[in-house]
C-alpha cells in the first residue's frame, strides 16, 4: 500500500502538468505604430510583437492569437492609429502549415479581434512552423514559431 501511495505520489505532478498542457492555447500580439525610419525588414504601419516567440503545442489543441492594438502598459501614444484588426494575418512558411486545412495565411473571421486555429490531429508531423505577422499585407514583426509536439525542433 505505501508503495502504491509513493508511485502516486510521484506521478501526480506529471498527471497534473500533462492535463495543463493539453489545453488550448493562446498568443497575444501587440500592434504599435511603426515609427522605425528604416522600415526595410517590418515595413507595415503597425508593428506586431507576438507574446510567445516559440509555441508549443500538441496535435488536437486549438491556437487562439488574441490581437490587441496598443501594449499591456496601454499608452495610448504607442497604439497604432487607424487599426483595423481585419488587415491582420499569419502567413506560415515553408510549403506547410500546422492546420488542419492545411491553410498557410490566416486572419481573423467575420470581424472577430483573434485569429483561432486547430492543430493537425491526422498524420501530426512532429516539427516547428516558422510564420510572419502581417499587418496590411506586409511584414509587421518578427518570425515566432508554432513547436508541435516537438520539444526543441530546429526551425525549418
Given at each position: 500500500?505505501?508503495?502504491?501511495?509513493?508511485?502516486?505520489?510521484?506521478?501526480?505532478?506529471?498527471?497534473?502538468?500533462?492535463?495543463?498542457?493539453?489545453?488550448?492555447?493562446?498568443?497575444?500580439?501587440?500592434?504599435?505604430?511603426?515609427?522605425?525610419?528604416?522600415?526595410?525588414?517590418h515595413?507595415?504601419?503597425?508593428?506586431?510583437?507576438?507574446?510567445?516567440?516559440v509555441?508549443?503545442?500538441?496535435?488536437?489543441?486549438?491556437?487562439?492569437?488574441?490581437?490587441?492594438?496598443?501594449?499591456?502598459?496601454?499608452?495610448?501614444?504607442?497604439?497604432?492609429?487607424?487599426?483595423?484588426?481585419?488587415q491582420?494575418?499569419?502567413?506560415?512558411?515553408?510549403?506547410?502549415?500546422?492546420?488542419?486545412?492545411?491553410?498557410?495565411?490566416v486572419?481573423?473571421?467575420?470581424?472577430?479581434?483573434?485569429?483561432?486555429?486547430?492543430?493537425?490531429?491526422?498524420?501530426?508531423?512532429?516539427?516547428?512552423?516558422?510564420?510572419?505577422?502581417?499587418?496590411?499585407?506586409?511584414?509587421?514583426?518578427?518570425?515566432?514559431?508554432?513547436?508541435?509536439?516537438?520539444?526543441?525542433?530546429?526551425?525549418?
Amino acid at each position: 500500500m505505501n508503495r502504491l501511495l509513493v508511485l502516486i505520489g510521484g506521478l501526480m505532478p506529471i498527471l497534473l502538468a500533462s492535463s495543463a498542457w493539453a489545453q488550448d492555447r493562446t498568443v497575444t500580439i501587440f500592434f504599435t505604430h511603426n515609427d522605425s525610419r528604416n522600415r526595410t525588414r517590418h515595413p507595415a504601419d503597425c508593428l506586431g510583437s507576438v507574446t510567445h516567440e516559440v509555441l508549443r503545442t500538441l496535435p488536437g489543441q486549438t491556437v487562439k492569437w488574441q490581437i490587441v492594438n496598443g501594449t499591456p502598459a496601454n499608452n495610448p501614444n504607442e497604439k497604432c492609429e487607424n487599426f483595423d484588426e481585419r488587415q491582420v494575418s499569419l502567413r506560415f512558411k515553408g510549403r506547410t502549415s500546422p492546420f488542419e486545412d492545411g491553410k498557410r495565411v490566416v486572419s481573423p473571421e467575420n470581424g472577430s479581434s483573434a485569429i483561432n486555429e486547430t492543430i493537425l490531429k491526422k498524420n501530426a508531423v512532429k516539427r516547428t512552423f516558422r510564420y510572419v505577422v502581417r499587418y496590411k499585407e506586409k511584414n509587421a514583426g518578427p518570425d515566432p514559431d508554432v513547436d508541435v509536439d516537438c520539444g526543441g525542433c530546429a526551425p525549418p
